[in-house]
């Protein structure tokens, strides 16, 4: 068996040893959703313990990208251009009455991403869209789980050379983003896991839409409301 197979084979022994007694199968996926649901309550919990200052403080930068009529770029990879996408969406259509919509843009046109990745090397994707249409003053936000993208790496660099504030959240330990001096912020959910590490994305910048609107409640006696 290889080393792959025993580590399945631990985390999941009811798929191994032949055939089961189908109640014993059901206990066990039953106890494999219960331990999974408190991992990522858990990872969830340790990561707001330590970074709730850290996370006030990145809201505050995002509403100080908006107070001044920027916008707020973001990227990702994978799933993470996912969460990437899911951020933007929320500043562009928000979904509680009265707060408005504020510009955001996820990076993710796929004409442009393989012209550029085609011609000039997938590591400047997210560059080439900055260079055509951010502006002193904007904000650009990557999701990484693992720190260490090239591509997003690439962007910040350009995105602070060029005076954009830079913005990231990461997993594992951080990698390179955590310690980069082309990023302003980074938030780290340290996990291994993937899955816990994008679930406590989801929840962070959920916290940070709401924080900015409630940072940016003073100046809306300026901004139309959008309809429901």
Known sequence: MSTAESGLEQLY??????????GADDRALLESVRQKARDSVEAKEAFFAAN?????????????????????????????SCDAAHFAVEFLHPVTTGRPALS?????DPVMITAVANDTGFKNIFVRQLIAQARPGDGLIGFSTSGHSENLLAAFARAKAMGLVTLGLAG?????????????RCLVVRTDSI????????????ILWDLVHTLLADDRGSLPAEAP
Not at 54 to 60: G, K, T, Y
Not at 172 to 184: F, K, R, V, W, Y
């Open 13 to 22: 022994p009811f798929l191994y040893g032949g055939r089961k007694e189908r």
């Open 52 to 80: 709730e200052v850290a996370v006030v403080e990145m809201a505050r930068a995002i509403a100080g990208v908006y107070r001044g009529n920027g916008r707020m770029f973001a990227m990702g990879n994978g799933g993470s």
């Open 104 to 108: 955001a843009l996820h990076l993710a």
């Open 172 to 184: 594992h330990d951080g990698g390179t983003m955590a310690t980069s001096a082309d990023l302003d």
């Open 195 to 206: 899955h816990r590490i994008q679930e406590t994305h989801v929840v962070i910048y959920h």
